[in-house]
């Protein structure tokens, strides 16, 4: 996830986009995020900001309720 911020960031691979470069620094658990998200919101306006965060709530929301469904699944079989 840290990597795919920097990527977004820098345009490496993928179109330049800090909106997306936020998301994936939000969802990173790496230490040096939270230097680089202040630097990356100098760059940002506060819509893009909300924006980004927003993704990043959506994102781990969808993804908790996916690994949920798999795991309820595999719950319920093992309960039977």
Do not use: C
Not at 20 to 37: A, Y
Not at 60 to 78: C, M, N, P
Request: aromatic content about 8%; glycine content about 8%.
């Amino acid at each position: 996830q840290t990597m795919l911020g920097s990527m977004y960031l820098f345009g490496e691979g993928v179109p330049q986009n800090y909106v997306l470069s936020h998301m994936w620094w939000n969802l990173s658990g790496h230490e040096g995020r939270e230097k680089n998200k202040t630097l990356l919101e100098k760059k940002m306006t506060p819509q893009q900001i909300e924006e980004a965060k927003e993704l990043a709530r959506k994102w781990k929301s969808d993804k908790s309720k996916s690994i949920w469904q798999k795991l309820k699944g595999k719950i319920t079989t093992l309960n039977e």
